[in-house]
């Protein structure tokens, strides 16, 4: 766990200044702190400007004040009566277990600040006030511990920056551990100041309003349906115009009102321009007095889109220094990150307060060097970076059974160190990943040939962190089945690939893969548990047979052995999706059945015609659910949610869903797929209930502040923004994270629990399973651009 160093400038000492009238407080450890009880203060706030952007709480916001709770310890904030409280329900081992903080500010070298608070607990308490870095090495300009009674008291003190300027400091407050003298406790903070006398603060940010038109930002192809989305509470047809970038009327017509949209929480209509296919820049949609956001009609908008998409994955590799001219401009370069990464299995202790079972270490240590960072984290999970790795994989696939022609996504097109090797760079890009996962096979013992679920560091670090500058730890943590079924399904699909390109790494992805399958079946229930997300996300998975249906089909494509064949024909999945109801996605990290059946419909094999056309039917019935789930909304997106809320990384089930709508384009070569496919683009490039572009660098409020260590500006101007290309996980109705939280986002309409910020990981993370198929979609649709 984190250890905080000593202080590096003396403070003066922290003094009570005034106490303010207790009635109403209680001593009892199970009551909350009273709100009531804070009264107007009698201190001013100090001289100086404040680095706070939240000093009082009278509009019930908290912001950038948020919790954080480190298990064992639980807890929430809330404001309550105008005061920040903090309850702790659980206290955790350590005093920063359970803490509020404030970042977003600059402590200044040779500056001089001045602290001030008023405070008050349910119960007499200790509480750690500090003021440092928010990151390793956690150096204190200011740190006190003072005890916080049942009375409202105002506390105060000075002291100085360090030897630099940090612009990633924090001002925070340590309630946990043996600091907390009851639980359940409730601590409430108000008129809070950290004061610097040469700082001004800047002017408040211009809040834009978002139009009540809502278009596509990037654009429409011409010959493709074109729906926006008004929002309106008239009951009747409004007029609309298409103006020119002239401004001049170029087409006309009447709203549909949609009325009541339970996923944007709107009244709204939808304008139907699918008639007008004249090609141009700077459209604008006009609604009575509203206007939409400035638009394209073309038949390439999404030319450049699909490369910027993969480059994703060229600036998320591990191993590797990222550097001109693949980079795209020097601000994204960086030093190899973990080089080289080489780990043995977390100490038993460590994996037993996981709940991995006992036994399950290792005493070997391996090189895994290479593959995709994951997230926003620096770690590398297989069966996230299994689905990963078959979707750019199936990209080429499809583009190769269905098309005919790879040459979009061939030699020399993404610009990356491999290119000009002969070998399209697709596949070079995706043999990153897939030299990983063959390396996280386990290489001797009774489990020789399962494969390890995850290596990452054994704690969090803090944004603002460049791979190279890790501090941490790194562990690989234990086998599971389902990333030995991962690497059993993509590594048949890299030997059936690579068979005519490198037949050596062919057979080395083919040998992995059967001595996984047998591993797998010899321990078919080997889960990864929830082992507690601290350093890493836990990937845990209960149900496997979905991915040994993945893993038999894939095996059988490739061998045409009648073992695969038996094995996925008797799978229950082989029937029945397990989304097939049109509710989420058929496939993601988790469910990998779908992508079974992508495979089986997609890629020429010994499977028998008949079974073949009934692979594709099921993904047209899938394909066909979604449409009438698009229809049914007011932003017409193909995803209907189980449950009427949007789930973590709710943008990927959109794009997934615009998948298999592409194929079922293939298929039948039904424009209406292909106009639902572009319609789930549409929502994400700004036709939603945001009035946001959730890709970074295109629209005209695209993504900025995607949480990311090292695309960090947001929290540290010594790092860049993130590159164009970036897809957003989006809306999230379970706003996990205490950044959204704080800002008032509990009980947002489903489309609308989204914040743009770094901090809001639960919302605005950013993944390889995300921008995995958003690319595949977007190199799908600049194909049919002229269709």
């Known amino acids: 766990m984190r250890k905080l160093r000593p202080s590096i400038h003396r403070t003066s000492l922290l003094v009570v200044l005034a106490a ?5 407080c209680t001593k009892s450890s199970s009551a909350p702190a009273s709100p009531a009880a804070a009264g107007p203060g009698s201190v001013p706030p100090p001289p100086g400007g404040n680095l706070l952007k939240a000093s009082t709480f009278e509009d019930g916001r908290s912001l950038p004040w948020m919790a954080s709770f480190t298990a064992p310890a639980t807890g929430e904030a809330s404001v309550k009566d105008g005061a920040y409280c903090l309850r702790v329900d659980n206290k955790g081992t350590n005093r920063w277990d359970a803490q509020t903080r404030h970042r977003e500010m600059v402590i200044q070298s040779g500056h001089t600040y001045t602290v001030q608070f008023r405070a008050w607990a349910s119960v007499e308490t200790k509480v750690y006030p500090k003021i440092g870095m928010a990151g390793p090495p956690y150096a204190e300009y200011f740190g006190r511990l003072i005890t916080v009674t049942t009375t409202p008291q105002v506390y105060q003190a000075q002291f100085g920056g360090g030897k630099e300027d940090d612009p990633t400091a924090e001002f925070a ?3 946990g551990g043996s600091l907390a003298k009851a639980e359940p406790i409730e601590v409430c903070f108000d008129d809070l100041y950290l004061t610097d006398t040469q700082f001004t603060p800047p002017p408040p940010e211009e809040v834009v309003p978002v139009p009540n038109v809502r278009v596509n930002q990037v ?20 007029k609309w115009q298409l103006l020119g970038s002239d401004g001049s009327e170029v087409a006309s017509g009447e709203t549909k009102v949609v009325g009541d949209d339970k996923f944007s929480g709107e009244k709204v209509h939808q304008v139907d321009f699918s ?7 700077g459209f604008v949609l ?3 007095d509203d206007k939409s956001d400035p638009f394209d009609i073309r038949p390439d908008i999404y030319a450049q889109l699909k490369y910027d998409a993969l480059n994703y994955f060229y600036q998320n590799r591990s191993g590797i220094a990222i550097e001109m001219p693949y980079a795209k401009d020097e601000k994204w370069t ?18 037993k307060k996981g709940g991995w079972p006992d036994g399950s270490g290792c005493s070997y240590e391996l090189d895994v060097t290479g593959g995709w960072y994951d997230a926003g984290d620096q ?15 199936n990209q080429y696939e499809r583009a190769k059974a269905m098309q005919g022609d790879v040459k979009a996504i061939g030699d020399k097109k993404l610009n990356i160190p491999e290119s000009g090797n002969g070998v399209p760079d697709i596949l070079d890009e995706a043999r990153w990943q897939m030299e990983f996962l063959l390396r996280m096979q386990a290489p001797e013992g009774d489990k020789a040939g399962m494969v390890h679920h995850k290596m990452h560091d054994d704690h969090w670090t803090a944004l603002g962190l460049a791979p190279a500058d890790d501090p941490e730890t790194r562990y690989l943590r234990p086998v599971s089945t389902a990333a030995t079924l991962n690497l059993a399904a993509t590594g048949a699909q890299c030997a059936r690939i690579w068979k005519s390109i490198d037949g050596k790494f062919a057979k080395r992805c083919q040998d992995a893969a059967e001595k996984a399958w047998k591993a797998a079946s010899k321990f078919p229930d080997l889960i990864a548990p929830n082992d507690g997300q601290d350093g890493g996300g836990p990937y845990d998975d209960d149900y496997l047979q979905d991915e040994f249906y993945w893993a038999a089909s894939e095996l059988y494509v490739t061998t045409g052995k009648a073992e695969y064949y038996g094995a996925l024909s008797k799978n229950p999945h082989n029937t029945k999706l397990i989304n097939a109801d049109g509710k989420e996605s058929i496939m993601t990290w988790k469910e990998t059945d779908g992508a079974a059946a992508i495979t089986l419909a997609v890629v020429p094999s010994k499977l028998p015609k008949a079974e073949v056309e009934a692979q594709r039917a099921r993904l047209v019935s899938v394909a066909d659910k979604y449409l009438a ?3 049914g909304e007011g932003y017409a997106v193909p995803f209907a949610p189980k449950g009427g809320e949007y789930p973590w990384g709710s943008n990927s089930f959109v794009v997934n869903n615009a998948m298999v709508l592409a194929l079922a384009y293939d298929f039948t070569k039904d424009d209406k797929y292909l106009d639902g496919a572009a319609q789930a683009m549409d929502y994400l490039l700004g036709r939603n209930a945001m009035g946001k572009s959730y890709v970074t660098g295109y629209g005209e409020r695209p993504l900025k502040n995607p949480h990311h260590r090292f695309w960090a500006h947001q929290a540290n101007d010594k790092f860049p923004t993130a590159p164009p290309g970036v897809v957003s996980g989006g809306p999230n109705s379970g706003l996990q994270d205490p950044y959204v939280k704080a800002a008032g986002l509990p009980g947002c309409a489903p489309q609308k629990c989204f914040l743009d910020h770094i901090e809001a990981w639960s919302t605005n993370e950013i993944t390889i399973n995300w921008n995995a198929p958003f690319a595949w979609v977007a190199a799908f649709l600049d194909e049919h651009g002229s269709k």
């Open 334 to 351: 960086r030093a190899a990150g973990h080089l080289p990464d080489k780990a043995t299995c977390a100490p038993a202790p460590t994996l």
């Open 629 to 631: 789930a698009a229809e």
């Open 275 to 281: 008639d007008f296919t004249t090609k141009g820049d």
């Open 379 to 393: 770690g590398k999970y297989v069966v996230n970076g299994g689905i990963s790795v078959w979707t750019m994989l």
């Open 173 to 175: 407050f340590h309630v």
């Open 286 to 288: 006009k609604v009575g």
């Open 20 to 24: 303010v009238a207790a009635a109403g």
């Open 219 to 238: 654009g429409y192809q011409p010959k493709r349906h074109k729906l926006a989305t008004v929002v309106s509470d008239s009951g009747s047809p409004l």
